[in-house]
T-cell receptor, first 114, second 111 residues
Framework: EAGVTQFPSHSVIEKGQTVTLRCDPI?????LYWYRRVMGKEIKFLLH????????ESGMPNNRFLAERTGGTYSTLKVQPAELEDSGVYFC????????????FGPGTRLTVT | GNSVTQMEGPVTLSEEAFLTINCTYT??????LFWYVQYPGEGLQLLLK?????DKGSNKGFEATYRKETTSFHLEKGSVQVSDSAVYFC??????????FGTGTRLTVIP
């Protein structure tokens, strides 16, 4: 069984540009989460999808971030326009049950905004 | 609110040394507690968990006990190996489904 995959593994963009991160969850997992780790700090929750619906987006930092999950399969996280403080590692996770003990994480996308 | 405070690193140990990584938490309600590990180049993996007070989670020689009275979930291993070198994250989960993480502790084990 394939794990959670994320693309790209690393992205370097200039301030003001747009970047789209992609996450493919484990097949059959209805729950998909986005997290972010900025500059070696704690990993922070961004949002949670149940199938194609946003269950909780309380962690989204501002309206420059847009997450979608069309069809309830893969998800994208777009940052537009990117700012320097958006640099960090973006993790995606998926789980099968709504109140699951284990979330399966992808390897992360390292975003560098210069 | 919910938060996790864990021991800052980096931690460098010799092979076969005893490991403790401290973790304390603040939470509303009764959280489940986790340790995740990130090996170089990989995603986070669940190492162990405990869902209620006094539970002990264990895996791969690592242990952590859910201490409600001290709001702690310290990670321990009696004899570390070079292959244990990784970043360790303490985390909690309450009624909401998202996880709250600590800042991570980088462990390096030298031969």
């Amino acid at each position: 069984e394939a794990g959670v995959t994320q693309f790209p593994s690393h992205s370097v963009i200039e301030k003001g540009q747009t970047v789209t991160l992609r996450c493919d969850p484990i097949s059959g997992h209805d729950n998909l989460y986005w997290y972010r780790r900025v500059m070696g700090k704690e990993i922070k929750f961004l949002l949670h999808f149940v199938k194609e619906s946003k269950q909780d987006e309380s962690g989204m930092p501002n309206n420059r971030f847009l997450a979608e999950r069309t069809g309830g399969t893969y998800s994208t996280l777009k940052v537009q326009p990117a700012e320097l403080e958006d640099s960090g590692v973006y993790f995606c996770a998926s789980s099968q049950e709504l109140r699951s003990d284990e979330q399966y994480f992808g390897p992360g996308t390292r975003l560098t905004v210069t | 609110g919910n938060s996790v405070t864990q021991m800052e690193g980096p931690v460098t140990l010799s092979e076969e040394a005893f490991l403790t990584i401290n973790c304390t938490y603040t939470a509303t309600g009764y959280p489940s507690l986790f340790w995740y590990v990130q090996y170089p180049g990989e995603g986070l993996q669940l190492l162990l968990k405990a869902t209620k007070a006094d539970d002990k989670g264990s895996n791969k020689g690592f242990e952590a006990t859910y201490r409600k009275e001290t709001t702690s979930f310290h990670l321990e291993k009696g004899s570390v190996q070079v292959s244990d070198s990784a970043v360790y994250f303490c985390a909690l989960q309450t009624g909401a489904n998202n996880l709250f993480f600590g800042t991570g502790t980088r462990l390096t084990v030298i031969p």
